[in-house]
């Protein structure tokens, strides 16, 4: 579990982004689940009366019939639409943010190795400082 924790704080502000888009996309598909349970539930028994319904009661063409089950199918189904667009929005924003984690990674890795060449160009600058006054108070 340390190890988990431990990936989430070096990944920083975006790891806990990612990880509440997680949590957020993970939560809609339990609601999903448990809607879907009992919209199929309840569906079964008022879904084939209303189609029906409908039915008998356009006493028309077969093209309005047609069109009048496929409205009341949409509507019967439109409650399981709510959330998917959040589902989607997460599912294509999640790459993008991980591939700016990684620039953001690569960028301070770059930084650091840069501070660590100029240390060590510092520290040869000042020994190659230090050994030639020391040459030169030999010569003295």
């Given at each position: 579990?340390?190890?988990?924790?431990?990936?989430?704080?070096?990944?920083?502000?975006?790891?806990?982004?990612?990880?509440?888009?997680?949590?957020?996309?993970y939560s809609i598909?339990?609601?999903?689940?448990?809607?879907?349970?009992?919209?199929?539930?309840?569906?079964?028994?008022?879904?084939?009366?209303?189609?029906?319904?409908?039915?008998?009661?356009?006493?028309?063409?077969?093209?309005?019939?047609?069109?009048?089950?496929?409205?009341?199918?949409?509507?019967?189904?439109?409650?399981?639409?709510?959330?998917?667009?959040?589902?989607?929005?997460?599912?294509?924003?999640?790459?993008?943010?991980?591939?700016?984690?990684?620039?953001?990674?690569?960028?301070?890795?770059v930084e650091n190795?840069?501070?660590?060449?100029l240390g060590r160009?510092?520290?040869?600058?000042?020994?190659?400082?230090?050994?030639?006054?020391?040459?030169?108070?030999?010569?003295?």
């Amino acid at each position: 579990m340390n190890y988990i924790l431990d990936f989430i704080q070096q990944g920083g502000v975006i790891a806990y982004v990612l990880v509440a888009m997680n949590f957020v996309g993970y939560s809609i598909i339990v609601w999903k689940i448990i809607s879907l349970i009992l919209f199929n539930r309840s569906i079964r028994k008022r879904l084939p009366s209303k189609i029906l319904h409908r039915v008998v009661s356009h006493n028309t063409d077969h093209h309005i019939i047609m069109e009048s089950i496929r409205t009341e199918i949409a509507l019967a189904f439109s409650p399981l639409q709510k959330g998917m667009t959040t589902i989607e929005n997460i599912a294509s924003i999640s790459p993008l943010l991980g591939l700016l984690g990684t620039v953001f990674g690569i960028q301070d890795n770059v930084e650091n190795d840069v501070l660590l060449q100029l240390g060590r160009i510092l520290k040869e600058k000042d020994h190659i400082r230090s050994q030639s006054a020391d040459s030169a108070n030999e010569d003295a």
